[in-house]
Structure formats: C-alpha cells, structure tokens
C-alpha cells in the first residue's frame, strides 16, 4: 500500500505542476510612425530644403501634397542628408513629382535626414508648397 501511496501522490504533483517554455520572437518591435509637414516656396531655378530625423530604421516616404500656381507644376522632390545648409540625395530617392506624387519609398537608418524640393528648370515663377514625411 505504501507504494501504491508514493505512486498516487508523484502522479498527482506531476498533474498539478506546469512549466512553460518561452521563444524569444524573432521580429523587431514597430517603431510608431511619424508624420512631417513642412510648407515653403520654391523660386525659379532655386530648392528648399527641410531637416528631419529617424528614430529607427524603417521606410521612409515622401509625398508632395501640393504645389502651385499652376495646379500642374512638376518639381523635383528628394530624399537625402543634411550638408550644411543643403541635402545631399540619396541615390536613388529622388523624382519628379506633380501634387500627390514623390520619390521612391525607401529604407532608412536611424539618423538625421532632409527633403528637398526644387525646381526641375520649368518654373516661370515662384511655387508655393507642401511635403509630407512619414518615417520611424
């Protein structure tokens, strides 16, 4: 009987214990997307240029939402590093755009960046403007 005892009560801590095994995930956490507006005016044969900064790495995309007069102007939107008071493009995300358009969608790093807008050579006057960043 006292076997039959022991046997009862290893069974029955057996049932009663639990243990838990825990994988460690294997995708990186989101970073919460960040949202920049900046305004300006674009002279004939001149740019403007805005200052942002990443806070992980993630996509980065670039958005004229509007531009004008006229309603149909084109300018060349980019994405780059900041060099002094300018911004050396990345290779590869740069275009033209007309309102609703940009650049290539790219993956940045952390870091300080800039959005440059310009004029592509066709302007015969001033255009008023706005770009939207949406990054990490």
Do not use: E
Not at 14 to 36: E, F, I, K, M, Q
């Amino acid at each position: 009987m006292g076997a039959a005892a022991l046997a009862l009560a290893l069974l029955a801590s057996a049932c009663g214990s639990s243990s838990s095994t825990s994988t460690p995930s294997t995708t990186a956490p989101t970073a919460a997307l960040v949202t920049d507006t900046f305004n300006g005016t674009v002279a004939v044969r001149s740019r403007d240029v805005h200052a942002f900064t990443v806070t992980a790495q993630g996509a980065v995309t670039v958005v004229l939402t509007a531009a004008s007069p006229p309603a149909t102007v084109v300018m060349g939107v980019g994405i780059g590093t900041p060099n002094g008071s300018d911004c050396a493009v990345l290779a590869g995300a740069s275009g033209n755009a007309a309102a609703g358009g940009g650049p290539p969608a790219g993956i940045v790093t952390a870091g300080a960046y800039c959005v440059v807008v310009y004029d592509l050579g066709s302007q015969a006057s001033a255009v008023t403007y706005t770009v939207t960043v949406n990054h990490p």
